[in-house]
């Protein structure tokens, strides 16, 4: 059974840059949203996969990706899943031998800036760097699921 264990934060400068990588461009969309579960298309760079979360807010919830070819992925997100798609660049920063994923986003959801984490645990305690802000893991708004449903752009 695959478990994600993560926490969200908006950020509050960009002091992360200093030790990003290049970043990776995304581009992904939902075929399902509601119910007990979301399912979603996402195309990272040149490979694709499907991935099923439980619908449950919070920190702790249950996840499954697999693989699909590249080609099927775009067919996909053109023609079965709900729009706008969720568009951003995904960078890697190391903090504290932590891994962060800095997300920034584009298209409906551009001036959209979050940072999160994968924890080992649920009471996992972490250092948040100086460039970390507010702790929006609770929050659904920010939420991928959410962003196609209420884009940030009309927040």
């Known amino acids: 059974m695959g478990i994600e264990i993560e926490r969200k934060f908006l950020l509050r400068n960009d002091h992360w840059r200093a030790s990003a990588n290049q970043g990776t461009k995304f ?3 939902y075929l399902s949203q509601s119910g007990p579960a979301s399912v979603r298309v996402r195309i990272e760079g040149d490979k694709a ?12 919830r249950l996840e499954y990706e697999y693989p699909v070819p590249l080609e099927e ?8 899943c709900i ?8 960078y890697h920063v190391m903090h504290q031998n932590k891994l962060w994923e800095v997300d920034i986003f584009a298209g409906d959801n551009v001036g959209l800036e979050v ?3 994968e924890l080992d645990s649920v009471d996992e305690q972490i250092v948040l ?6 702790d929006v893991t609770d929050d659904v ?13 009309d927040w």
């Open 141 to 153: 708004r920010y939420y991928n699921v959410s962003l196609v449903k209420h884009p940030y752009k």
């Open 73 to 80: 992925a775009r067919d996909m997100l053109q023609k079965l």
């Open 27 to 29: 581009c992904q969309g």
């Open 49 to 60: 996969n499907i991935n099923i979360k439980s619908a449950n807010p919070g920190i702790h």
């Open 129 to 134: 760097p100086d460039w970390v802000g507010e």
């Open 83 to 90: 729009k706008p798609l969720i568009e951003k660049t995904r």
């Open 115 to 117: 940072a999160e984490i």
